[in-house]
């Protein structure tokens, strides 16, 4: 297990490392670090997301208490590339945070707050219950809950299929993402969606843009052998063009991944109940509370918090909220402590 590779980049307004950590040759993870001293805070993102949904929170958070943060890239997401991206079960996916933090550091790691939104709240519980992450001090999820989320698999497909299947430009894409109310956040959706689509290059390939484009050049052709010539020339240059087009398109086809959904949150309130250390709860909305977790909150087993005026990304759409709630809950278990001058 070794780190294959290192540098610095600029994210947003924090100076943050990334490193690509290798498992083995075949199973290479990105993970984004930032700070230097304090507990570690374990960032795990939402399905189809990147460890980037975390760009705007982790700035904010670490203006607020002492602490590292750690952002992976889950397998099958962002830049992570795995042996079999197709295997996103619970089990496997709680694995890889389980490896990755052992190749990070050692049989001796160092106090572990883990924190996951949607499906990496699924498996941050997963991890936490199946105790894979052995210093950990806390979890944290976000808008995840089991009783919601079984209840929203049945309409998942119609959503993914509402989506559109690629864009012109990244910044198409950053447009759309914030008119649909996917992420409400204009700052963060400018890093976050780089993590969610990739370039491609369709446009070469796609058989209506040649089509069109042929149809184009016939409609105009003149009996003239000259115009004939410039035809076919202008013809060539049009088709050089369109191939220089780039599109983008998801990273991840979320839809092919629908054979995993159960596992991820069939039984997690029941697991998120059971895990002995702190826990918070971070919702959009109280009525995604189930019956499980309303008798655990009423019998003080978690603490719960709702931010309202939030889309499902409620990290990203209100980065200050989650952080100052997040910062109050770990000072309050003195698992950290504030920085000097910031007042809660």
Known sequence: M??????????????????????????IFRLYCSGSSGPVLLLLHGGGHSALSWAVFTAVICSRISCR??????????????????????????????KVVEALYGESPPPIMMIGHSMGGAIAVHTASANLVPSLLGLCVIDVVEGTAMDALNSMQNFLR????????????????VKSGQIRNIESARVS?????????ESANNPSVSNSIG????????????AEESNKKRMKEDDQEVKKESFYTW??????????WDGWFRGLSALFLSCSVPKLLLLAGVDRLDKDLTIGQM????????LPQCGHAVHEDAPEKVAD?????MVRHKFTEFKEGFLC
Not at 162 to 177: G, M, Q, V
């Open 325 to 329: 709630a997040l910062a109050t809950f």
């Open 193 to 201: 969606m780089g993590g969610q689509v990739k370039k491609c290059e």
């Open 162 to 177: 509402s989506r559109p299947k690629t864009f012109k430009s990244l910044e198409n894409a950053i447009e759309w993402s």
């Open 299 to 306: 019998q003080g087993k978690f603490q719960m918090q709702v």
């Open 2 to 27: 070794a780190i294959v590779f290192c540098c610095f980049c600029v994210c947003l307004i924090t100076c943050t490392a990334f490193v690509f950590m290798s498992l083995t040759t075949q199973n």
């Open 251 to 260: 990273r991840v086809e979320l839809s092919k991944t629908e054979k995993y």
């Open 69 to 98: 943060v750690v952002a992976m890239d889950l397998r099958a997401h962002g830049d992570t590339k795995v042996k079999n991206p197709e295997d996103l079960s619970a089990d496997t996916m709680a694995k890889d945070v389980g």
């Open 215 to 226: 149809e184009g050049i016939i409609e105009e052709e003149e009996e003239e052998e000259g």
